[in-house]
C-alpha cells in the first residue's frame, strides 16, 4: 500500500488505489506511529485512511505530557481542523462521492462524536473508542460503534449509559461494547493497559461495522 504525509495529515491507500474514506482521529497522545499503523492497517482491509495531526506534531509518551499537550491546545482550532480534515478525506478522487467514517481514540473519540453530530451529511458511520460526548445528537445520521474499558478513570459507567441513551432515544443505529478486565487504551499496542485479546476482538467488530456502513468501492 501507499503511504503519503498530506500536510499535517497521516494519509494510508489501499493497493488498489481508492476507497471508502475513514477519518482517523487520535487520542492525546498526538499522531504518533500507533495511529500511523492503524490507518495502514485499514488501507490493507481496502479503506482510504487519513489522520490529521490534531495537536501540530506534538506527541507524548506520558499521562503529564499529554494533558498538558490537550490544556495548551485551541478547542476551536481543534474543531476546525477536524472538519477540515473531513472535506479533505471527503473530496479526494481516491474516496468515493457519499458519506465516510470516523473513528476516534478518548480524546479523538470525543472528537468523533462531535463530528458526527455537526457534519451529518459527510459521516455515514462512527466508532469510538474509551470516549463520550454529551451533545446533542438529534440532527446526526451516523451509525454508533463503541468500545469501553471496563475500568475507566477518563469515561465513567454513566457517561456511556447517558450517550448509548441518547443515540438510542434519537432512533439511532448503536451498538456498545463493554470489554471485562481491560482499562482506557487497551487498544494501543504502545500502552501498558493494552490488552491483545480485547483489542483484537474490538478491531474485528470495528471492521464488520465499517464494511457494513461503508460498502466496498465498485470495480
Known amino acids: 500500500m501507499d503511504r503519503e504525509h498530506a500536510g499535517t495529515a497521516y494519509l494510508a491507500i489501499p493497493e488498489r488505489g481508492d476507497g471508502p474514506g475513514i477519518l482517523v482521529l487520535h487520542a492525546w497522545w498526538g499522531l504518533n506511529q500507533f495511529f500511523k499503523a492503524t490507518c495502514d492497517r485499514l488501507a490493507a482491509e481496502g479503506f482510504v485512511a487519513l489522520a490529521p495531526d490534531l495537536l501540530g506534531g506534538q506527541v507524548a509518551t506520558s499521562i503529564e505530557e499529554a494533558e498538558a499537550q490537550l ?26 462521492d457519499r458519506p465516510v467514517g470516523v473513528l476516534g481514540f478518548s480524546m479523538g473519540a470525543s472528537m468523533a462524536l462531535w463530528l458526527s453530530a455537526r457534519a451529518p451529511e459527510d459521516v455515514i458511520a462512527t466508532a469510538v473508542f474509551y470516549g463520550a460526548q454529551d451533545i446533542d445528537f438529534s440532527g446526526a ?79
Open 141 to 219: 445520521r451516523s451509525a454508533y460503534l463503541g468500545h469501553f474499558a471496563e475500568t475507566d478513570p477518563y469515561v465513567d459507567d454513566d457517561s456511556v449509559a447517558l450517550l448509548e441513551a441518547e443515540l438510542h432515544l434519537d432512533e439511532l443505529e448503536v451498538t456498545f461494547h463493554r470489554y471485562p478486565g481491560t482499562q482506557h487504551w487497551f487498544f494501543e499496542d504502545d500502552r501498558p493497559e493494552h490488552d491483545a485479546a480485547a483489542a483484537q476482538l474490538a478491531w474485528d467488530r470495528t471492521l464488520a461495522f465499517f464494511r457494513e456502513q461503508l460498502p466496498a468501492v465498485e470495480a
Open 71 to 96: 490544556a495548551g491546545a485551541d478547542a476551536d482550532g481543534l474543531a476546525h481542523l477536524t472538519r477540515s480534515s473531513l472535506r479533505t478525506l471527503r473530496d479526494m478522487p481516491l474516496t468515493p
